[in-house]
């Protein structure tokens, strides 16, 4: 059994920053890519941010220089830096991760946390 523990949300001016936090725990072999996915109300999910096993990035257009994801393979953690936030940031964000357990690989999702950017 493998879980996902998201952290880090909340309520936020614009132009403020967040950090959120995304801890995998349980039978874990090895960890692959990690992400972070976001769906704002009737809108579908949209990639945010994702790392590989190697550090390599790549982010949707939209938060390009104001998010950073990086991830901690000690701990089996990934973060989202989110800075200069925008209300069009409200959403609810998922970590996404791509591991491999005991004989087989799995794609677990977090339970997701609540950003909202808001005067």
């Known amino acids: 059994q493998v879980q996902l523990v998201e952290s880090g949300g909340g309520l936020v001016q614009p132009g403020g920053s967040l950090r959120l936090s995304c801890s995998a725990s349980g039978r874990i072999f090895s960890i692959n890519a990690m992400g972070w996915y976001r769906q704002a109300p009737e809108k579908e999910r949209e990639l945010v941010a994702r790392?590989?096993?190697?550090?390599?990035?790549n982010y949707a257009d939209s938060v390009k220089a104001r998010f950073t994801i990086s991830r901690d393979n000690a701990k089996n953690t990934v973060y989202l830096q989110m800075s200069n936030l925008k209300p069009e940031d409200t959403a609810v964000y998922y970590c996404n991760v791509d591991l491999y357990a005991p004989y087989r690989r799995l794609e677990v999702w977090g339970q997701g946390t609540l950003v909202t950017v808001s005067a």
């Open positions: 790392i590989t096993s190697g550090g390599t990035t």
